[in-house]
């Protein structure tokens, strides 16, 4: 059995475990977790993974792998992918008003198989804005989705849109946050993300942008082709509206309107005493490129137990 695949694979168990996420064997070579960064073959991986199964270190039941003692984490993701279809589609739904909205590049669904999503849970979105744009086309994203009653809050958290993810198209490269140079939760993150509105492929130019994560995911790195009842294309009428006011807003004009959301948001923001955006932490950002909102960024929790988690399995090989 080839060790440096065997090594790889336990790896990337241990860290989908975490999340009670078994892996079907497209998935497991896609998110192959290698530290070298060495590709392999599809038939070199299945062929290690058939072996783990035959072991007994690996279990297969109803097409999904998981750790042998965590069975019960395919019943589990089962009923989740019910729960992520229809949050999804609600995902499509607020694609819809995206595409309206001007300077706004891409919209994507992420942590879908990074988190514990249960029926409460809300959807994260990952907001791609043109430069010199960001905080109009936040005031504008939060006003139109709190209108239209799709906008996360306090109140209303399940199966409404999260809006804490919000960059410029120039800082798509997420390195510069990661929280040191393995950073496991954000390069999976970042080869996870699902295009819910993507017209213009910024999916392509942010996995090219960020190909630093794909050293240790070799084969993470490719295009996704979001099914047709998750996607929301530009639509004609949006699209002619949006352009509309992109073409209205720029110029000096544009940037006294920048201006002016700024001033109104960083207001209110600054009455949130409970908020990190004071604190030298990468899980609140506030700038004119990017607006992260992750007052609970639990990265570095989830790369410690990946730690402990292959440290284990590593042990018994």
């Given at each position: 059995?080839?060790?440096?695949?065997?090594?790889?694979i336990?790896?990337?168990?241990?860290?989908?475990?975490?999340?009670?996420?078994?892996?079907?064997r497209?998935?497991?070579?896609?998110?192959?977790?290698?530290?070298?960064?060495?590709?392999?073959?599809?038939?070199?991986?299945?062929?290690?993974?058939?072996?783990?199964?035959?072991?007994?270190?690996i279990?297969?039941?109803?097409?999904?792998?998981?750790?042998?003692?965590?069975?019960?984490?395919?019943?589990?993701?089962?009923?989740?992918s019910?729960?992520?279809?229809?949050?999804?589609?609600?995902?499509?739904?607020?694609?819809?008003?995206?595409?309206?909205?001007?300077?706004?590049?891409?919209?994507?669904?992420?942590?879908q198989?990074?988190?514990?999503?249960?029926?409460?849970s809300?959807?994260?979105?990952?907001?791609?804005?043109?430069?010199?744009?960001?905080?109009?086309?936040?005031?504008?994203?939060?006003?139109?989705?709190?209108?239209?009653?799709?906008?996360?809050?306090?109140?209303?958290?399940?199966?409404?849109?999260?809006?804490?993810?919000?960059?410029?198209?120039?800082?798509?490269n997420?390195k510069?946050?990661?929280?040191?140079?393995?950073?496991?939760?954000?390069?999976?993150?970042?080869?996870?993300?699902i295009?819910?509105?993507?017209?213009?492929?910024?999916?392509?130019?942010?996995?090219?942008?960020?190909?630093?994560?794909?050293?240790?995911?070799?084969?993470?790195?490719?295009?996704?082709?979001?099914?047709?009842?998750?996607?929301?294309?530009?639509?004609?009428?949006?699209?002619?509206?949006?352009?509309?006011?992109?073409?209205?807003?720029?110029?000096?004009?544009?940037?006294?309107?920048?201006?002016?959301?700024?001033?109104?948001?960083?207001?209110?923001?600054?009455?949130?005493?409970?908020?990190?955006?004071?604190?030298?932490t990468?899980d609140?950002?506030?700038?004119?490129?990017?607006?992260?909102?992750?007052?609970?960024?639990?990265?570095?929790?989830?790369?410690?137990?990946?730690?402990?988690?292959?440290?284990?399995?590593?042990?018994?090989?």
């Amino acid at each position: 059995m080839n060790k440096a695949i065997e090594t790889a694979i336990l790896k990337t168990f241990a860290y989908f475990s975490q999340f009670s996420c078994p892996l079907t064997r497209q998935e497991v070579f896609q998110f192959l977790w290698v530290d070298s960064g060495e590709a392999y073959s599809r038939k070199e991986v299945s062929a290690v993974l058939t072996a783990l199964t035959e072991r007994g270190t690996i279990c297969l039941e109803d097409g999904y792998f998981v750790l042998k003692g965590n069975e019960s984490h395919i019943a589990v993701r089962m009923n989740r992918s019910h729960i992520i279809e229809h949050k999804m589609r609600i995902a499509k739904r607020s694609a819809r008003v995206f595409a309206w909205i001007p300077h706004i590049s891409a919209v994507f669904v992420c942590n879908q198989l990074q988190t514990g999503i249960t029926e409460q849970s809300d959807i994260d979105v990952y907001i791609v804005v043109k430069p010199g744009y960001l905080w109009v086309t936040r005031l504008i994203t939060t006003v139109l989705m709190s209108g239209f009653g799709l906008r996360r809050h306090s109140k209303c958290v399940a199966d409404h849109i999260c809006l804490s993810f919000f960059v410029t198209s120039d800082v798509i490269n997420l390195k510069p946050i990661a929280i040191d140079e393995t950073d496991v939760y954000l390069r999976y993150w970042n080869m996870q993300l699902i295009p819910m509105y993507d017209p213009y492929s910024v999916h392509e130019e942010i996995l090219s942008a960020n190909a630093w994560a794909s050293t240790t995911l070799p084969h993470a790195a490719v295009p996704w082709k979001t099914a047709a009842v998750w996607s929301s294309g530009k639509g004609v009428v949006a699209h002619k509206v949006k352009r509309f006011f992109e073409i209205a807003w720029t110029g000096p004009y544009g940037k006294i309107m920048e201006t002016q959301a700024k001033g109104i948001q960083t207001k209110k923001m600054q009455r949130n005493a409970a908020s990190k955006q004071d604190q030298d932490t990468s899980d609140v950002i506030i700038s004119d490129q990017m607006m992260k909102f992750h007052e609970n960024d639990r990265r570095a929790m989830f790369q410690e137990q990946w730690k402990k988690n292959y440290a284990i399995l590593l042990k018994e090989l």
